[in-house]
């Protein structure tokens, strides 16, 4: 019989732009922090999944242990779009499923410029062939939510508005500045519709987390602080008609969390509240329908009526979200897990959801030409 | 001055030339008839294999979805119309869209466009003309 798999320690730095640290310094910083919430040092440690981007080739694991304890475990670096940090969870979660280690540690970094992301190798398509930018692509994604539902500017909008008032209650956040509707419309356009301030921050930031099999975690005594893993799921870009011009986030997001809702024997009515993969105001919106936080159509009036704020219906993104917490690709979707854990223990504080028992994390990433990847993950209050 | 018949490159490998004529490759499947951009042999959609024809892409099509990019990568020109459009034979593909001025709220789901073709130097290779393509108002 397989055990249940639940984080024993979790934490995350504060996202911000740090130029004078290295990426494996950044990893131990929260790879340590979390060790010290399980109350574990790197020798209780079986393997690590260690999750970047940026030196996806560059060994950032092994490189990590180097500075905290070289105890020659198995690594696994592991890339995989924005869904990286997340992956490297999984990956720690299903080596325990599978029963070969009982004690991981799986680690999400990374270290980011400012500005767009990406760029080409041989001749720019850019402008000539429309944009290969990241901002241009959620507009695409936003519009065609437009287009089916006559979702407004200003709709979009209130996403950023919810999301910066959000992050002035958590310390951890990169941006902790609320930002009045007017301003955030005001914003420089960088996509139609997306405006500056609509777009995730790029920063450096890195999280962690203590997975550890069910039997163990009580052989030790941690089950007091212990968060249950309910589900684990991941998707590729399943085909969809225009999906190789205009990458498809929804069908991903859709199909990973039909798979973990029938895996876990729950609905959208069971969780008490959601970290999504607002890396654009357009992208939450559609997100509330590919969650089933609401029926197709019903996004724009969820943000209107304040169902998703802290407080409301379904709160989302009460951490700021990658809008205003930051997006450090590969640290995002252990960053989200660290979120939902501190709010199934208790301790969030100001933007604490009352009465949290169950919280999903969602990320999706990819990109033109190149695929997607979906990782959606329920957490259970012990 | 010696004359050369020098082809200038093609922006991307689904553009390619019939002669000096260009056009937009294609491949649709005979098991599942869905039509896909570019050469392939194997099919994405239905995973048959060994069912690919080369074809021309349609000329003609509707913008699905469109966006007004303001700000894009250092020298890139701004702002332009990047669209999805729907072709008329089933396929669907990203250009630029050019002849429209770049107002956001005022560009139409279902545009019809037609593809054109022309020359123009991409961002980092200044000065060195490639064969794109584009979409214009029909």
């Known amino acids: ?382 | 001055m010696t004359e050369q018949a020098t082809e200038l490159p093609a922006i991307a490998p689904f553009l390619k030339r019939d002669g000096d004529k260009p056009y937009l490759a294609g491949s649709k499947c005979r098991a599942c008839a869905h039509v896909f951009v570019g050469d392939r042999t194997v099919c994405a959609k239905c995973a048959a294999r060994g069912q690919m024809d080369a074809v021309h892409l349609a000329e003609t099509g509707k913008v699905y979805v469109h966006t007004v990019v303001y700000r894009s990568f250092p020298g890139v020109e701004t702002p332009f119309i990047d669209v999805i459009v729907d072709l008329d034979d089933g396929a669907h593909i990203k250009g630029t869209l050019l002849g429209v001025e770049p107002v956001p709220t005022a560009i139409p789901f279902d545009l019809p466009v037609k593809v054109v073709y022309r020359e123009a130097a991409p961002v980092n290779k200044p000065g060195q003309p490639y064969l794109t393509y584009a979409f214009e108002p029909l």
């Open chain 1, 1 to 382: 019989m397989t055990e249940d798999v639940y984080i024993v320690g979790i934490d995350m730095i504060r996202f911000g732009r740090y130029p004078d640290r290295t990426v494996p310094d950044l990893a131990a910083e929260a790879a340590l922090m979390a060790l010290d919430d399980a109350g574990l040092d790197i020798k209780a440690i079986q393997a690590l999944f260690s999750g970047n981007l940026g030196q996806a080739s560059g060994m950032v694991g092994q490189r990590m242990l180097a500075e905290i304890g070289q105890t020659g475990i198995p690594v696994t670096n592991v890339a995989n779009a924005c869904a990286t940090g997340a992956t490297a969870f999984r990956d720690a979660w299903m080596s325990i499923k599978a029963g070969a280690y009982d004690t991981v540690l799986a680690v999400g970094v990374e270290q980011m410029g400012k500005g767009l992301l990406g760029g080409s190798l041989g001749a720019s398509p850019e402008g000539l062939v429309g944009s290969g930018t990241m901002p241009a692509m959620f507009s695409h994604i936003g519009m065609e939510h437009a287009r089916r539902y006559g979702t407004t500017f200003e709709q979009f909008a209130q996403v950023s508005v919810k999301n910066h008032w959000h992050s002035t209650m958590n310390a951890k956040s990169m941006y902790r500045k609320e930002t009045p509707l007017q301003e955030v419309m005001g914003a420089e356009m960088i996509a139609w519709p997306n405006t500056k301030l609509m777009c995730s921050v790029n920063v450096d930031g890195s999280a962690a987390a203590v997975l550890m099999s069910g039997t163990k975690a009580r052989q030790l005594g941690l089950m007091d602080r212990a968060v249950k893993v309910r589900v684990s799921e991941m998707s590729s870009n399943p085909f969809t008609d225009r999906q190789m011009a205009m990458p498809d986030f929804s069908a991903a997001t859709r199909l990973a969390v039909a798979n973990a809702y029938e895996k876990a024997g729950l609905g959208p009515q069971d969780i008490n509240l959601v970290e999504l993969h607002d890396c654009f105001a357009t992208a939450e919106i559609v997100h509330y329908e590919n969650l089933g936080l609401c029926a197709d159509g019903e996004a724009g009036r969820l943000i209107s009526d304040g169902d998703t704020q802290l407080g409301g219906r379904i709160p989302v993104n009460v951490s700021g979200g990658l809008l205003s917490k930051g997006h450090p690709l590969g640290a995002t979707g252990i960053a989200n897990m660290y979120e939902i854990a501190t709010h199934l223990r208790g301790a969030a504080g100001d933007r604490q959801v009352q009465g949290a028992r169950m919280g999903m994390t969602h990320v999706v990433g990819g990109g033109p030409g190149m695929g997607t990847a979906c990782a959606i993950h329920i957490l259970e209050k012990v």
